[in-house]
């Protein structure tokens, strides 16, 4: 039975970040067809805001909360997440790292395939990732600058079915990600894991530095990234959106 934390309509997963990674390692050993998704408040706020994202959201196997906004959030609706943040670029990448030591009953690797950031972004984080983890077998990488329908679509999809790839990180951002997913997820059925990790293959590439572990001991990655990256403001002013909201729902119910 999975334990959930609903967070304003969010399903997410009560784990820790190692019960993660072992969940979604269960998965690939046994074959069964999993979705990760790692919404943080941003899409908490737009899922609240569209009900049909909520939906698509909520139907992933394992959803855990990337942000500290949505781990304050479980606080202050008195549901704590056991584990805090489970981040999905960490998340992504100590998966590698696992199953990167894992073979199938046959003895052959699991592969991996990376679908997003712009031309380049994709082999670049392959070959960082090898560098760090010899082991990962890689089954292929794509660009996520292609039409997410009709026939562009399909064959970005072929091109994945033909890699024979058992694990796909999709980082296309939020929520583009998780859209694709729930719409294709039928049409790679021998791809066991489908990851929706955002930004991480900018982060594995080094394109995009992540914060110094002080900002994110104190809860201050988004402060630090909206110093970076100031066009972010936009999308950031859900947070207080998010906030008032949350707190709102804890004293009234609605
Ligand atoms: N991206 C993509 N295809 C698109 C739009 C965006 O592959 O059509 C990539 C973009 O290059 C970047 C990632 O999606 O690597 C989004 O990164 P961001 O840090 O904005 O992730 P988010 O915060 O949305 O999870």
Partial sequence: MRK?????????????????V?????????????ALYTPNSEIV?????????????????LITP?????????????TPFPGGRVAGFDLGRALLERIGGMKKPDGSPYRVYFLGG????????????????PD??????????????????????????????????VCLGAPAQEKWI????????????????????DGYAGIVKR?????IKLGLEWFYRLCKEPWRIRRMMKLPVFYFGTWKYMLTGK
């Fill in 182 to 201: 729930f719409s294709n997820r039928a049409k790679l059925p021998e791809v066991t894991l489908l990851l929706g990790l955002g930004g991480s293959l």
């Fill in 136 to 169: 990962v077998t890689f089954a292929g990488c794509a660009d996520g600058y292609f039409k997410k329908e009709g026939e562009e679509n399909e064959a970005a999809i072929r091109r994945v079915n033909e890699s024979g790839a058992d694990v796909l990180f």
């Fill in 66 to 78: 990337d942000g500290i906004g949505v781990v304050k959030a479980g606080r202050i609706l008195g």
């Fill in 45 to 61: 706020q737009a899922c609240v805001e569209d009900p049909s994202l909520a939906e698509i959201v909520n139907s992933a196997e």
């Fill in 211 to 215: 914060a110094p572990k002080i900002f």
């Fill in 4 to 20: 959930r934390i609903n967070i304003r309509g969010v399903e997410f997963d009560a784990v820790t970040f190692d019960e993660a």
């Fill in 22 to 34: 072992g969940r979604l390692t269960d998965a690939l050993v046994s074959g069964t067809q999993t």
């Fill in 118 to 133: 712009k031309p380049g972004v994709a082999e670049a984080a392959e070959e960082a990732i090898l560098r760090e983890f």
